[in-house]
């Protein structure tokens, strides 16, 4: 790592060097200035970037600068570094996609280039919560205006996270092909889960659950919530704490009902002040997520910014329920019956 960089600059390159060897088979190891062969060098070139994959010219400049929105940009452009290309350049983006070509200056076109499917292959489904996913308004030559629109609107605050995913760590695995296979005590995750590769008694899990095997909700702020057939209202919260091995503080809240039942879900962010804090594409500051979608992996819509209830109907038992902040204390009221 450069001397020009700051102290945040450095404890973010930590974290998330910490987090990617955690989820994945990826290794860091630092070296000295004189290092002969192909390193990757970690300075401050006034500009949040990294080329992608090994140039082999000996050393090449991952760029982060104070600007750089904490261990999420960090991994992003790390996970560049090692090979991983931008979701939104999929070849198969046009599904999920529409482009607002009109709010895009000429000079920013090739960042929505699609990649060909001879050079990058889709190792995991489109995840619109991806950490390598550009937010709604990236690029826009006009200050608000979008210049992507997810086909499923519901996603528009989702893109643009700095949050890794499961398949962000997933993607890294497949691409290396290093997986638990053949291996001895290999862990039978439960919602999705695979075996983590440094350990495969150890399951990965998707956001949401936790335990080694992903079948309990994760240690910390939360608790389980048990519906009844009538509707129900908490006042959820999430409060900063502030942590030198994380960037953001989570609450993870579980919504428990009998076998076989639907879970009716309606949402609202409790205050201006909440609305006024968090508001931004790709609820960088904070948010809710309430896991709904088929696939337990997928981020589900995240929300951060609405002036209304949201509803939620899944089949999900349990239904987690995830709030994060950067930040500030925030609250969402949260209202949930079974039929």
């Known amino acids: 790592m450069a001397k020009n960089l700051t102290r945040d600059v450095r404890k973010s390159v930590a974290m998330a060097i910490d987090t990617l060897e ?84 000429r000079e920013n076109l090739p960042n929505f280039e699609l990649l060909s499917p001879r050079l990058w292959s889709n190792l995991v ?33 989702t893109m643009g996270s700095m949050i890794p995913n499961f398949y962000d760590f997933d993607q890294i695995n497949k691409y290396y092909e290093y997986n638990c296979e053949n291996k001895k005590n290999v862990a039978k995750c439960s919602h999705g889960g695979v075996p983590n590769p440094n350990d495969c008694s150890k399951c990965n899990c998707p956001m949401g659950y936790g335990g080694d095997l992903c079948d309990k909700r994760p240690d910390g702020c939360g608790k389980t919530l048990r519906a009844s057939s009538s509707w129900q209202t908490e006042k959820l919260g999430v409060k900063f704490s ?35 804090r968090i508001c931004e594409f790709g609820c960088y500051d904070g948010g809710i997520e309430i896991k709904h979608l088929a696939d337990p992996r997928i981020t589900s819509d995240r929300d951060c910014c609405m002036d209304t209830a949201l509803n939620v109907t899944t089949t999900m038992n349990p239904v987690p329920v995830i709030l994060y902040t950067a930040s500030a204390t925030i609250e969402f009221d949260v209202s949930y019956r079974f039929v």
């Not at 990826?26 to 090994?54: A, M, N, T």
């Open 242 to 276: 502030k942590n030198d091995d994380q960037y953001y503080t989570f609450c993870n809240y579980w919504i428990e009902a009998p076998k076989n039942s639907t879970i009716l879900i309606r949402y609202q962010i409790s205050s201006e002040l909440t609305r006024r």
């Open 22 to 105: 955690e989820q994945t088979c990826i290794r860091f190891k630092e070296v000295d200035d004189d290092q002969s062969g192909d390193v990757v060098r970690i300075v401050d070139l006034g500009s949040c970037s990294s080329p992608i994959g090994r140039l082999n010219i000996g050393v090449q400049d991952v760029s982060l600068t104070k600007n750089c929105w904490g261990m999420g940009t960090a991994i992003h452009e790390l996970m560049h570094a090692i090979g991983i290309e931008h979701t939104q350049s999929r070849s198969d983006r046009n599904t999920y996609l529409d482009i607002n070509y009109r709010n895009i200056d």
């Open 125 to 157: 489904p489109y995840d619109y919560g991806s950490v390598m996913h550009y937010s709604a308004d990236s690029f826009s030559n006009s200050d608000g205006e979008m210049t992507m629109l997810p086909k499923n609107r519901d996603f528009v605050e």
